[in-house]
């Protein structure tokens, strides 16, 4: 095991003599550490890992992981407190995986108590410049965050989603995976995997198909779910009758049963007209 001091002092190179860094943080091989950034206590950073300059990472009020080769640029405040009224100063976290690029001032909180304890990144992702992603929020692997997106605590973002750019997005809500939100539109109810949503308040318009065809989605399986999505986003039907519905009528898939236990699980409730 490499003490906290030597894995310091192996990386004292790649970081700028203006850089604040405790000796409490954990820095992986090869980290470069970009002019006026502060790296506070409880801080691992993975191996690879490049920071541009004027970031803060970490604060007294929580821990917060980083993984490999991610690219954060200049700017970004990755685990400050929670922003909620009620917050009493408890210890959260913030983890994020491998191979993320996180945009010029972009501002990830740590968990709260009230939640999970934990705000997760995922691996791949991209949030670009100025996003905020809340307390106790969840983005997964290969979404895609852009400009001004505020996404607000307990909110899940699935694999492979695109939020555009200007989106808020209201607690707890659940954006599903393959997904595509329009600019400027607002989000107060779970988005349904492999849709395109658009609007004042975004409801579904269309299949994805841009999307589920590069991420090698078959052919037979785009015209299920595109079967699936006319009876769900079908006004006369109620929920429970659409799903019932797409059990009977519809080939059983992956991304059927992905589809249908969204739907299930929803508390926020599906947006649809």
Excluded at 81 to 107: A, C
Excluded at 127 to 153: P, V
Aim: proline share 3%.
């Amino acid at each position: 095991m490499i003490s906290e001091f030597s894995i310091l002092k192996n990386n004292i190179l790649n970081i700028h003599p203006t850089a604040i860094v405790s000796k409490k943080a954990e820095i992986g091989e090869n980290v470069l550490i970009g002019p006026y950034c502060v790296i506070n206590d409880k801080v691992k950073i993975g191996s690879n890992t490049k920071l541009d300059s004027h970031i803060v990472v970490g604060s007294k009020f929580g821990s917060v992981y980083i993984g490999k080769r991610n690219f954060i640029e200049s700017g970004a405040t990755l685990g400050g407190p929670p922003q909620h009224y009620t917050y009493q100063n408890r210890e959260g976290s913030l983890i994020i995986g491998n191979d993320n690029r996180i945009g010029e001032k972009v501002s990830i909180s740590l968990g709260s108590k009230r939640g999970e304890g934990k705000t997760i990144i995922g691996n791949k992702t991209f949030i670009m410049t100025y996003a905020h992603i809340g307390h106790d929020s969840e983005i997964q692997d290969e979404a895609i965050i852009t400009n001004l997106t505020q996404i607000a605590g307990h909110v899940l973002v699935g694999k492979k989603a695109i939020i555009s750019g200007m989106v808020p997005i209201t607690q707890f809500v659940n954006v599903g995976e393959l997904s595509f939100i329009s600019a400027n539109s607002k989000v107060n109810k779970d988005i349904i995997p492999f849709v395109i949503a658009d609007g004042e308040w975004a409801i579904p318009k269309a299949i994805n198909k841009i999307g589920l065809n590069r991420a090698s989605v078959s052919k037979k399986s785009i015209n299920n779910i595109e079967k699936a999505l006319k009876i769900i986003l079908t006004p006369k039907h109620t929920i429970k009758e659409a799903l019932k519905r797409i059990n009977t009528e519809i080939e059983p898939c992956l991304y059927i049963e992905n589809l249908t236990q969204f739907i299930e699980k929803s508390k926020k409730g599906i947006a649809r007209k």
